[in-house]
């Protein structure tokens, strides 16, 4: 996997997925760039992952682990160009975190990682210059970087735990194609 930027900004939804298959920290050393989440995004998914984990948060240990280790920076608006265009973009997407994520990617020229079509329609649109990853595109990279089995790849459980499908004709669905 080839990342055109140096840094890639997760949204949520691949935090979330991320942290159910269980290898957060080592999908995200396997991303060719610096990996960030906003501070919105950090401050939401807490709150989730301890919802849907079980008695000792596992997921909430992971995300908090790889923040400590530098492997994922949280960030947070530095301009008020930055602070304007998420409010516009909350006009637009309904969603707080999704809206941080473009905003910043936006306005640093960085890449973004989500699986959102309103968010992946809307960031095409605002800015097409920009690379839009998935989560499937970055655990097929971890896999590959790591050489697992199929059979271990299928034990990430992205799809169980994380509550995440992807749409029928992706081109990296691991329940359905040659990943």
């Known amino acids: 996997m080839k ?5 890639v900004v997760l949204d949520a939804c691949c935090v979330l997925n991320f942290c159910a298959s269980g290898h ?3 999908i995200v050393k396997s991303i060719p ?13 807490l709150l989730t992952l301890q919802r849907l984990t079980d008695e000792n948060n596992q997921d909430v240990n992971q995300f908090e682990t790889a923040i400590k280790k530098g492997l994922l920076s949280v960030i947070d608006f530095n301009f008020e160009r930055e602070q304007e265009t998420f409010v516009n973009y909350v006009f ?13 990617a936006v306005c640093r020229g960085w890449a973004i990682a989500t699986d959102d079509r309103k968010a992946i329609s809307f960031f095409q649109r605002e800015a097409p210059h920009l690379q839009i990853l998935s989560t499937l595109e970055i655990v097929k990279n971890w896999s590959e970087i790591g050489n697992l089995s ?9 799809r169980t735990r994380g509550r995440y499908i992807p749409h029928r004709n992706h081109p990296y669905d691991v329940g359905r194609s040659r990943v």
Not at 33 to 38: I, P, S
Not at 150 to 158: E, G, M, Y
């Open 92 to 104: 637009e997407l309904r969603d707080d975190g999704e809206s941080a994520t473009c905003a910043i």
């Open 150 to 158: 199929p059979a271990a790849l299928r034990s990430t459980v992205i």
């Open 24 to 26: 957060l920290i080592e």
């Open 3 to 7: 990342i055109k930027h140096s840094h």
């Open 33 to 45: 760039a610096q990996v960030v989440v906003t501070e919105v995004v950090r401050e939401k998914e």
